[in-house]
């Protein structure tokens, strides 16, 4: 096989292959095969038709036009792999020449590419974290949180104020007549949270049980936006009481015995969440800084294909659109408060955008040479399964999905790119708001730890092999 490269663009080749004839019989005696298996040809059994029959039935042209897919996919990874071209999306056939008796088999493919670029060095990105550490004031209201969730409710004989629950019944009309799906009976409902209409707490507070009241308010639902008289009547005032945080708390809302230890326990979590969170805003400012340093054009085909499967599969998948597909998706347009152009433009920016990571640290990869140990994507795999409440039994069944679907690959390639943003992370200058440099337990917080462990684990099973 002979290929050639022409750059059509920086993110887009033309390769021309050609075949010789002889490299062809594997194809076309895998077509002669499966035509074998489909021509009946009297006085022989399905398959068993010798060539010369076959040509005389249907024609060799109908053969060589079976063997031109295969023969063409096989030759066309062949040549991108042996001219190193880094392909995005679907190549396009643009020219094929039918296979002819003794002649080469020559093809043309057009195909998107990874642009070629510079890395910028990764000491020079500089980036401000700005998450914070955990207050006493932090652990306060978390602690405060916590009480919520043990209060009781009390009805009480006092009109109802910001905070309190009421029970209330409202009616809705419009020039007297009742709207349809307008009235609701024995609702409870947070003054002050404003989940219901608009006006409601205002009118509710000062309002005790048997007070009635009528405000004008815009509806939702069918009526969205029209304006309606609302009756209001409160039937119940219901005060929330808190349990005191003491020790006696600590003992019922926790494993704990004592307020400290609660307190403690509560902070501990509380720092944890804000190490990570800041390990993880580190991270994605990275990666922000990165793509920024890199002048990379994008190919816009690739993008518009990803974009228009998009769209697709939200107006009713690969099936075809459905109606109601597509009434759920102009709803959701409306809802958003975007047309489908301007949608469309978001979706386009942010593929250009992933598009940008994955390239680039594609490439950091490659470059550094990063590959997935067994151990990590097992651990992946595992998580993904346990995230979609996979049972027990059925993970070897989910395992081999993933293996079929491509799911693997992606899952490699995602891990592989993750490792390439850790290469940039341990390298840029990552400070906190006060100027200070992130160490490395900040930036991968308990990875020291979980080596440590390891190791140790390591160690004691040489041990026992002793």
């Known amino acids: 096989m002979k290929s050639t490269v022409e750059t059509l663009s920086p993110t887009r080749v033309r390769l021309s292959v050609e075949v010789p004839f002889e ?7 895998e077509a002669y095969k499966t035509v074998g298996q489909q021509v009946r040809v009297p006085g022989f059994r399905p ?28 030759n066309l990874n062949k040549a991108v792999t042996e001219n190193d071209v880094n392909a995005l999306g679907r190549p396009e056939l643009t020219e094929v020449k039918p296979i002819e008796e003794g002649k080469p088999f020559e093809f043309v493919v057009e195909t998107d ?14 980036v401000t974290v700005e998450a914070e550490g955990v207050s006493e004031e932090d652990v306060d209201k978390d602690l405060e949180s916590q009480r919520l969730r043990f209060s009781s409710l009390k009805t009480v004989e006092r009109a109802a104020a910001e905070g309190d629950f009421v029970v209330i019944d409202l009616r809705a009309t419009q020039n007297g007549e009742e709207v349809e799906g307008g009235s609701v009976t024995g609702m409870s409902h947070e003054v002050g949270s404003g989940n219901l209409l608009d006006g409601l707490d205002e009118a509710l507070i000062g309002m005790a049980a048997g007070d009635e009241k009528t405000i004008q308010s815009t509806l939702a639902g069918e009526q969205e936006g029209e304006t309606a008289d609302v009756e209001v009547k409160v039937t119940q005032v219901k005060e929330r009481e ?6 006696d708390f600590a003992e019922m809302a926790s494993q704990f015995d004592t307020l400290a230890e609660l307190r403690d326990a509560t902070r501990e979590r ?10 993880n805003e580190a991270r994605q400012k990275t990666l922000e800084a990165l793509v920024e340093a890199v002048e ?36 959701y347009l409306e809802m958003m408060g975007k047309s489908e ?8 920016a942010d593929s250009e955008a992933r598009l940008r990571q994955s390239i680039i640290l594609g490439k950091i990869a490659r470059d550094r040479e990063l590959e997935v140990s067994g151990e990590l994507m097992t651990a992946e795999v595992v998580r993904q399964a346990q995230q979609r409440g996979v049972p027990q039994d059925q993970f070897q069944k989910f395992v081999d999905e993933l293996r079929t679907n491509g799911g693997l690959q992606q899952i490699a390639a995602s891990l592989r790119q993750q490792l390439a943003l850790e290469e940039v992370v341990k ?4 400070v906190d708001a006060s100027g200070t440099e992130l160490t490395e337990e900040d930036l991968f917080p308990g990875r020291k730890a979980a080596e440590a462990e390891a190791e140790a684990e390591e160690t004691e099973e040489e041990k026992t092999e002793e």
Do not use: C, W
């Open 296 to 331: 990379l054009p994008v190919p816009e085909k690739v993008v518009a294909e990803d974009v228009e499967h998009e769209i697709m599969h939200m107006k009713g998948g690969h099936d075809g659109e459905t109606a109601e597909a597509i009434a759920q998706f102009e709803q």
């Open 47 to 74: 398959g068993k038709a010798p060539r010369q029959v076959i040509d005389q039935r249907i024609g060799r042209e109908s053969v060589y036009a079976q063997a031109m897919d295969p023969a063409v996919q096989a």
């Open 270 to 279: 509380l720092e944890n969440q804000a190490r990570t969170g800041k390990a």
């Open 427 to 430: 390298e840029a200058t990552i």
């Open 23 to 29: 490299e062809l019989a594997p194809f076309i005696n």
């Open 242 to 247: 808190l349990p005191e945080l003491d020790d």
């Open 113 to 126: 590419v990874t642009p070629a670029f510079e890395l910028p060095d990764f000491a020079s990105l500089k």
């Open 341 to 348: 152009d301007e949608f469309k433009a978001e979706m386009i």
